[in-house]
């Protein structure tokens, strides 16, 4: 369980301190006050990476260099420093070179009113989900995506200078080739994963018959390295890389039908919070404990019915933090901590 969080010169806050409860956290306040500013310092702090950015940059206040969180989860001191040129990791007071102890600590699921992306976004939030989790679970995940977004960049570089030659290109093939097998390889086996906890959860949240069909859409056929030599004439006139990992997806269907043509924006709305508690039952199955969930402005909007399904569908251990602008839906249903913002200032009850 996460107990504190301390905040220093991060996105609004110059300096904020919180601390946590087990069960239910709700950080209560209007638009602009920070909620969802706390929920990243808690994601930044525990997963090294932000539910909302791709990068850490825009997280430092306006105004400052660097940005410093630190915190108590499962009884141990985390503290994570971010500048531009350096960044510090420190776990139980002893600085650490990489970050393999550090994460091992504590996993994450976010469910925001954003995720509906993930339905009808590009597959770039797809594919940003299922490496969200995959690097949560597998350490081996994480290098190997790192390693392919690599030897990706690389090559991308090749094919911007001005005459690429063929067989420099050749020579960045294989790694290409090597780590975005292995993406591949765990990509699909990811979503299979995923796949009857997504149709059950579905199921649950919509309260109906509708059946969630997730599939892995790979980015290349299925010989990578066929497929990279036929799109060579093609790549040389685009200047990059136009087959593999970088360009997987995943197609969702409900009752047979494509989700992002055909399904109505609340069935959109349930598929991606099906997808959300299907990451949190894999952690759950693979880990024997459920992650640390955070649902940012989703409760409120959400029918009666409909939320009173999607509590029953969160793990009952699970610490939640939840965020909104109002509890005037909440009506004596949920009990746990409440913090609101007054005037500007977080203050608990
Ligand atoms: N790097 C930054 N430096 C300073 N202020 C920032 C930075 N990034 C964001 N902000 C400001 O932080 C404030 C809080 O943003 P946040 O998204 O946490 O609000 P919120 O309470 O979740 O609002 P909403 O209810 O609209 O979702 C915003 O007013 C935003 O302008
Ligand atoms: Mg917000």
Request: with cysteine; aromatic share 8%.
């Amino acid at each position: 369980m996460l107990t504190e969080i301390q905040l220093r010169n991060f996105r609004c806050f110059e300096s904020l301190r919180v601390d946590f409860g087990p069960g239910y956290n709700f950080f209560i306040g209007q638009n602009g006050q920070g909620k969802t500013s706390i929920l990243e310092a808690v994601c930044v702090l525990l997963r090294l990476q932000s539910q909302r950015s791709s990068t850490l940059a825009p997280l430092v206040r306006i105004g400052h260099s660097t940005f410093a969180l630190a915190g108590r989860c499962h009884e141990h001191a985390l503290e994570f420093r971010y500048g531009p040129l350096r960044r510090k990791l420190v776990f139980d007071h002893v600085e650490q070179p990489a970050p393999k102890e550090y994460l091992r600590l504590a996993r994450v699921v976010s469910l925001a009113n954003t995720d509906i992306e993930l339905v009808r976004g590009s597959s770039e939030a797809r594919r940003r989900f299922l490496d969200f989790l995959g690097s949560q679970i597998e350490r081996s995940y994480r290098l190997t995506l790192r390693a392919y977004e690599r030897a990706l960049r690389s090559r991308n570089a090749l094919l911007k200078s001005p005459q690429p030659k063929p067989r420099e290109l050749a020579a960045y093939d294989s790694p290409l080739l090597e780590h975005g097998a292995k993406l591949s390889a765990l990509r699909a086996r990811l979503v299979e994963h995923l796949r009857p906890f997504a149709a059950d959860a579905h199921r649950e949240i919509s309260g109906s018959v509708e059946c969630l069909e997730m599939k892995y859409a790979p980015g290349n056929e299925e010989d990578f390295a066929t497929d990279l030599a036929r799109s060579r004439p093609q790549e040389l006139r685009l200047r990059q890389t136009i087959v593999g990992p970088h360009r997987d997806d995943i197609t969702l269907q409900v009752d047979e039908m494509a989700a992002n043509q055909y399904a109505s924006e609340g069935q959109q709305r349930t598929v991606a919070l099906a997808l959300k508690i299907a990451q949190a039952r894999v952690f759950a199955a693979e880990e024997g404990a459920p992650p640390l969930l955070m649902v940012d402005d989703i409760f409120g909007e959400l029918d009666p019915q409909r939320r009173n399904r999607l509590f029953s569908s969160l793990p009952r251990e699970a610490q939640k933090l939840v965020t909104a602008t109002s509890l005037a839906w909440h009506k004596g249903e949920l009990s746990g901590c409440i913090s609101e913002f007054i005037d500007g200032t977080l203050r608990t009850k």
